[in-house]
T-cell receptor, first 118, second 116 residues
Framework: GAGVSQSPSNKVTEKGKDVELRCDPISGHTALYWYRQSLGQGLEFLIY????????KSGLPSDRFSAERTGGSVSTLTIQRTQQEDSAVYLC????????????????FGAGTRLSVL | AQSVTQLGSHVSVSEGALVLLRCNYS??????LFWYVQYPNQGLQLLLK??????LVKGINGFEAEFKKSETSFHLTKPSAHMRDAAEYFCAVSGRPNFGNEKLTFGTGTRLTIIP
């Protein structure tokens, strides 16, 4: 597609439920990132996928958070047993990866998914 | 380890006045530096980036930033503010891609208000 697409744009859930957030990166981009934007913590890195390499999960706040990227394209961020402190905007970004063209390492962001945990 | 400090969570300037948003970085490796803008209910849009070429970087919408290694700064400026510049601005740092540390570390953001 023309840009990074995230769905849903808004998600309201009850505490304890599981949620899945989806990201469709820009076609051909090999790198994909998830960030979280919250009032208390600002913008935080969560997880990074680059091609077929093992993902960098160093930013995931707990084992309730996981993400996968199927076929090197679409990614799903899953939060299990949601807590109120998980309420935030979850942003996805993609880039054309290392050493590829003049625009390497420019991350293009989607509009985000606003998650509200009641 | 890398970090970014943005001085001033809120900045107000009059329309037509100079915009100056401050950013200082800390990095153990040569950094890539970025400024992103976020309009209400939208994602982040890249304004400009520094990747070790020219130290004065020009971006979109008339913004520019100067990399000063001696001051570890990457302040964002615009000579004349417009009402449409009202938004939140984020400074960010990453390592060089060849080192495999491309994730962005963001500052806490500066909300820019333009006074008519």
């Amino acid at each position: 597609g023309a840009g990074v697409s995230q769905s849903p744009s808004n998600k309201v859930t009850e505490k304890g439920k599981d949620v899945e957030l989806r990201c469709d990166p820009i076609s051909g981009h090999t790198a994909l990132y998830w960030y979280r934007q919250s009032l208390g913590q600002g913008l935080e890195f969560l997880i990074y996928f680059q091609g077929n390499s093992a993902p960098d999960k160093s930013g995931l706040p707990s084992d309730r958070f996981s993400a996968e990227r199927t076929g090197g394209s679409v990614s799903t961020l899953t939060i299990q047993r949601t807590q109120q402190e998980d309420s935030a905007v979850y942003l996805c970004a993609s880039s054309n990866g290392v050493g590829q063209g003049l625009a390497k390492n420019i991350q293009y962001f989607g509009a985000g998914t606003r998650l509200s945990v009641l | 380890a890398q970090s970014v400090t943005q001085l001033g969570s809120h900045v107000s300037v009059s329309e037509g006045a100079l915009v100056l948003l401050r950013c200082n970085y800390s990095s153990s490796v040569p950094p890539y530096l970025f400024w992103y803008v976020q309009y209400p209910n939208q994602g982040l849009q890249l304004l400009l980036k520094y990747t070790s070429a020219a130290t004065l970087v020009k971006g979109i919408n008339g913004f520019e930033a100067e990399f000063k290694k001696s001051e570890t700064s990457f302040h964002l400026t615009k000579p004349s503010a417009h009402m449409r510049d009202a938004a939140e601005y984020f400074c960010a740092v990453s390592g060089r891609p060849n080192f495999g540390n491309e994730k962005l570390t963001f500052g806490t953001g500066t909300r820019l208000t333009i006074i008519p």
